[in-house]
């Protein structure tokens, strides 16, 4: 008789627009994965903060402020979810005005205690009680900025995408086409200021972990990125 593999956790870092979203909902759709997108984490809790009149731009206004909104995620691949206090914020959350305010909000201390432990409690409860149908026992694949580095440093493969800037902001004009922001030195500039403030933020800034394998993906088919890191993670299960 088959056994079921033991279950996996997978933290996938890297820059803005090196497809670490669409990398990561594909690969745990195929391996029968939980998924949990960070990024919305942060950017939820910053649309609570501009809908609350919080000055994004004092720390201490945000800190005050960090325990109060209830952000719920949903970690299904084919459907990820969030919702503040009761309300879905899955479109209000990708606005230029979030977008522009995120890195200020997601730089201050109390708001990251407070992300990173719901974090840690989402992936744990992915990785329990054995494997069932939704995928909860398989594992989980999370994504964002500082999982393999800060959040689970544990985590049972850490990959780290990286990209040319140009092939970035490429990427995000596309997907920008007709709407406000589709201007591509302009994509690339916001981009770029967006990476350096979250690089250089005291508390847990994006960064490789030293044990993390770094992909490029500037001249791989988001199908070729999704191909590499599903055979990573299956080298991983084989060698447990
Ligand atoms: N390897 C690839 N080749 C071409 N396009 C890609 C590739 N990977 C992702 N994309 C596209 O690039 C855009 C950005 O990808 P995605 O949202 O997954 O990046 P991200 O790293 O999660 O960005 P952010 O951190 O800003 O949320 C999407 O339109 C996606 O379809
Ligand atoms: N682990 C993480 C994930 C995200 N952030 C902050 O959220 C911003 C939005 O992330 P997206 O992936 O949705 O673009 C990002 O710019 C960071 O400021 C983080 O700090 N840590």
Do not use: H
């Amino acid at each position: 008789m088959q056994t079921a593999p033991a279950p996996v956790i997978v933290a996938i870092d890297g820059p803005s627009g090196t497809g670490k979203s669409s990398t990561s909902k594909a690969v745990a759709a195929e391996l029968g994965l939980s998924y949990l997108d960070t990024g919305a984490q942060y950017r939820a809790i910053t649309w609570w903060m501009l809908s609350n009149g919080i000055d994004v731009e004092d720390p201490a206004a945000v800190a005050a402020a960090a325990g109060k909104p209830m952000i719920v995620s949903g970690t299904d691949p084919a459907l990820p979810t969030i919702s503040v206090d009761g309300e879905d914020a899955s479109g209000p959350i990708r606005t230029q005005e979030v977008t522009a305010a995120v890195s200020a909000v997601s730089a201050v201390a109390e708001v990251r205690a407070r992300i990173t432990g719901l974090q840690r409690s989402i992936a744990a409860e992915a990785a329990e009680g054995g494997p069932s149908a939704e995928g909860k026992g398989r594992g989980i694949v999370v994504e964002g900025r500082d999982i393999g580095s800060t959040v689970l440093p544990d985590a049972d493969l850490k990959i780290f995408l990286t990209a040319s800037p140009e092939a970035r902001a490429a990427r995000r004009s596309g997907e920008l086409r007709g709407k406000e922001g589709a201007d591509l030195a302009a994509t690339q500039a916001a981009l770029l200021k967006r990476d350096t403030a979250d690089s250089s933020r005291k508390t847990s800034p994006l960064k490789k972990a030293d044990d993390a394998v770094e992909v490029d993906t500037t001249e791989l088919t988001l199908e070729q990125v999704v191909e590499c890191v599903v055979t990573l993670v299956k080298e991983k299960q084989l060698a447990e």
